[in-house]
């Protein structure tokens, strides 16, 4: 039965693992103390209250407002593998927040992380490249991980990791790419996106083909892919089972395809039949990026012959789109077929 | 009071029950005691309640409402502080009236000595003691001692151990609230999160979607509009090179028209003047022009040579003869006949010489002349015809060259003989 008056005992510890959290305003600044201590358990106490209380945006606030950042940093090259782990996933959680990510860019955290790229734990790599992920949504972030130079390296790590990291990689690639990609084009980092297509696990194609599209946007992009002979591959993977794997296909063909060469290769590897058949596709994606890869395509007059026929379908598509930047593409690819030069 | 009417009542007649039974209510003249010495209790005094003031008459809207029952009302008010003024005049006449000691001679001065037997500090201040006292406000009787009803029935007990007033489900019930709350409340802040998360990043693959579209629309058009500039340039070029090679074709025409009525008048000139300065040339009349005709001249000259050699010979012969006979004359005038048989000699000698060298020089003739004389024999007849005369001269010549010779030869045998 529970008593009335107060127990000696101290209540029970139900989070050992856990420091505990001071009132209000004094939290943040409290576990700031104890990230910098000299005990071990200490610090991993701290890491992962740290870990719960940066989910709320005004604790990413106040945490950076503090200087947190700073022993953050000093953590990172922490010698304990759980403090390393703690440390960059609260890096990671930290970046998902907008104000973070500014946090994180302007506490050079980039160049901190970089020296962990090599680590033992894979763990500890794998929340890195997420953090790397995230900072490279933001167009700064990018361009941040550019300046860094460190996109050779992450080149050359897509081929020697595996799995979840490799996808997340591919995800930073992409992103950074879209930004500037005459970096990675000299890394060689088509083949390696080229060997990447054929891989068994849906997501790595689908990663490894969203790459190539961002890859293919510069001119420069477009020579490589049509020279390294990725087109062929790419038109294969139209016919892939995965809605997202197609989708990205397709873009990337429809980026490639503006030069001539690549429109050529495309017709050379068959690609119109099965990029009709893409277009009674569920997906909204997978429709747009194939009607315009069909209207680069008819821009070459072997194209333009063959889709004539198919007209029709592309008049449908425009009659039953949603939103308007169906109809226009719609629009678009009728007009090309149909033009004269 | 209430409770003891009932009760009577109750005891009487039992057909209607009151929680409060209706009574005539005592009217309250003074809500506070004048003075301490009023008795407390008075006559009552009923009021009624036609002539009350609390009741309201007529109508209800315009009409002041009275005092609140704490407050004093006005009248009173007024009455009383009549009162209090008239005691305190009261006690300041009375005060006025009292007996005084008189004043003090000049001089002097009144002093207040004690005359007991221990002194006394008589300070001005009095000692005071603040005493309180207080009972309850408004009360004029003590309260009612509690009723306590006697007791009846039966005594009852019971002894609760240690952990039978818990009852598990209800004192859950708290915990289990918080930490059922607790924990929904953070998993929803959690799937919020990640909702929003998703939404986020559902936003973002449209916009994507959509910017790769604009990108890839902007691309072909560039393309497009890089290929139009450079068919245009590819024609433009075309066409220049065309209107260039037509230029000069039609300048090639012009110039090749006019070299070709500029030089259909060089050709016939050409040849003419060519042979005109001998370039063509009859290749036997060339060969004997340059080669038979040098060497017939050549064979001229040494004829003609010989026979000079041999007319000076002759003439030298002669000369010697003549110069001999002269000398001879001189010296011997018999020896002049002997000369002219010598001549004789000499000349049927020359002439079975002149055959003799005329076979000589046809042999020799036929020697040099034979490749020419073998190829055709018309011009060796034109050959004869033409050079029969200087032949004839020449056999003259030679005649006399090898008459000459003969004639040296015997005079130089005649010498050797001499």
């Known amino acids: ?341 | 009071m209430a409770s003891l009417l009932t009760d009577r009542t109750s005891r009487a007649v039992n057909t209607y029950t009151y929680t409060s039974r209706p009574r005539a209510l005592p009217c309250q003249r003074r809500r506070y005691r004048d003075n301490f010495l009023q008795p407390e209790e008075e006559p009552m005094r009923y009021g009624n309640i036609m002539y009350d003031r609390r009741v309201i008459r007529g109508n209800t809207y315009a009409l002041q409402t009275g005092q609140l029952p704490g407050q004093p009302d006005p009248l009173e008010l007024q009455r009383q502080q009549q009162a209090k003024r008239r005691a305190l005049a009261r006690k300041r006449a009375q005060e006025q009236l009292r007996p005084r000691t008189p004043e003090p001679v000049e001089g002097r001065k009144h002093m207040d000595v004690q005359t007991e037997l221990y002194l006394e500090e008589i300070a001005d201040r009095i000692i005071e003691v603040d005493m309180e006292c207080q009972t309850d406000a408004f009360l004029d009787r003590p309260s009612t001692p509690l009723f306590i009803p006697a007791k009846t029935g039966k005594d009852v007990d019971t002894q609760i151990l240690e952990g039978e007033l818990f009852n598990f489900d209800l004192e859950v019930k708290p915990m289990l609230d918080v930490l059922v709350g607790k924990t929904i409340e953070q998993s929803l802040l959690e799937v919020m999160e990640e909702e929003e998360l998703a939404n986020l990043q559902a936003m973002q693959y449209a916009y994507e979607e959509i910017q790769n579209i604009e990108l890839a629309e902007v691309q072909r058009l560039e393309e497009q509009e890089r290929r139009h500039r450079e068919e245009k340039e590819r024609r433009k070029h075309q066409q220049w090179e065309i209107v260039n090679k037509h230029k000069e074709t039609s300048q090639k025409i012009a110039a090749r028209a006019f070299a070709q009525r500029y030089l259909a008048d060089l050709l016939p000139s050409v040849f003419s003047s060519l042979r005109d300065s001998g370039y063509f040339y009859d290749p036997i009349e060339r060969d004997i022009e340059i080669g038979f005709l040098p060497w017939l001249m050549n064979e001229v000259e040494k004829t003609m040579e010989y026979s000079m050699v041999g007319r000076t010979v002759l003439d030298m012969l002669i000369r010697e003869v003549v110069e001999k006979r002269l000398s001879m004359y001189e010296n011997k005038e018999d020896k002049h006949q002997s000369l002219r048989p010598e001549d004789e000699h000499g000349g049927p000698g020359a002439m079975r010489d002149q055959p003799v060298s005329y076979d000589f020089q046809e042999q020799s003739l036929s020697h040099t002349q034979r490749p020419l004389l073998d190829r055709d024999d018309l011009p060796r007849m034109s050959y004869d015809g033409r050079p029969s005369q200087e032949r004839k001269y020449m056999e003259e010549g030679e005649l006399l060259g090898q008459s000459e010779e003969t004639a040296i030869r015997k005079s130089l045998g005649k010498e050797e003989l001499q």
């Not at chain 1, 890859?215 to 089972?241: A, C, N, R």
Request: charged share 20%.
């Open chain 1, 1 to 341: 039965m529970a008593q009335a008056p107060i127990s000696t005992h101290l209540p029970p510890d139900t989070k050992p693992t856990k420091a505990s959290i001071a009132y209000g305003h004094r939290a943040l600044p409290k576990l700031n103390e104890e990230l910098r201590s000299e005990d071990l358990t200490t610090r991993q106490k701290a890491l992962m209250a740290l870990c719960d209380l940066m989910h709320d945006p005004e604790y990413v606030y106040q945490a950076i407002d503090i200087g947190c950042l700073e022993s953050l940093k000093a953590l990172l090259k922490d010698i304990n593998d759980l403090v390393r782990i703690k440390a960059t996933e609260v890096l990671y959680i930290m970046a998902i927040h907008t104000m973070g990510r500014d946090g994180l860019l302007k506490h050079d955290i980039i160049r901190a992380l970089s020296f962990l790229l090599n680590d033992a734990n894979p763990i500890c790599r794998e929340n890195l490249h997420k953090v790397y992920k995230l900072l490279a949504l933001l167009p700064s972030g990018a361009q941040g991980i550019l300046n860094s130079g460190l996109i050779p390296s992450l080149v050359w790590k897509l081929q020697k990791e595996q799995g979840a990291i490799q996808e997340l990689i591919l995800d930073t690639l992409a992103s950074c790419l879209r930004v500037d990609a005459t970096e990675a084009l000299g890394s060689r980092v088509v083949p390696f996106l080229k060997q990447q297509l054929l891989s068994g696990s849906h997501s790595i194609r689908a990663k490894a083909a969203c790459t190539l599209m961002a890859v293919s946007i510069p001119w420069q992009g477009k020579k490589q892919v049509w020279q390294y002979g990725v087109i062929p591959i790419l038109v294969q993977l139209l016919k892939d089972d995965v809605d997202e794997v197609q989708a990205n296909a397709a873009g990337a063909l429809m980026f490639a395809t503006v030069t001539t060469e690549g429109k050529y290769a495309a017709l050379e590897a068959e690609a119109i039949s099965p990029l009709l058949d893409l277009l009674c596709s569920p997906t909204n994606k997978v429709r747009l990026n194939a009607t315009k890869a069909l209207t680069m395509l008819a821009e070459a007059p072997e194209g333009r012959r063959a889709l004539q026929s198919h007209v029709h379908t592309f008049r449908a598509l425009e009659k039953e789109a949603s939103e308007a930047t169906m109809r226009r593409v719609a629009q678009i690819a009728i007009r090309v077929i149909e033009g004269k030069p």
